[in-house]
């Protein structure tokens, strides 16, 4: 597996990292990232004023975005939500389905962290994508 140039994009109040990953020639891919959180649309924006009008609330589950492209294959935009989260099955956005939220395994074992050549405990998620067939026409 090989990591593309990856860049960063600085928003107002937090930072969205972007990064392009490769697949080895069986389509397995590995990827190692912060677990995200959750995170709430500005307080005191136009959106959380209309969210609270409607009587809901402005908060996203944590969540990752992928975007999965391969010739011959239809684009994919999808996003994996991060079980446990308090919002998970209350997303305003409603991108939260039971497919998309894999299973995250806790690792505490000192050998395993070790070998994974970090220096604390982490979490593993297993996630396959499945992409479509371009059709002609």
Known sequence: MTLGAGGLLRLKNHVA????IETD??????IRSIMPSGYACPPGSQTEK???????????????HFFVAAPGYRKL??????????YLHDDFA?????????????????????QAGLNKPFARIHFDFTVIKEVAG
């Open 94 to 114: 409603f991108g939260t389905r039971d497919e998309l939220i894999p299973r995250a395994e806790r690792v505490t074992d000192a050998r395993e962290i070790h």
């Open 77 to 86: 935009t999808t996003q994996i939500n991060i079980d446990g989260d308090k």
């Open 25 to 30: 020639s069986e389509g397995r891919y590995r």
């Open 50 to 64: 209309l969210l609270k009008a409607m009587g809901r609330h402005g908060n996203r589950p944590a969540h990752v």
């Open 17 to 20: 990292v972007r990064r392009r």
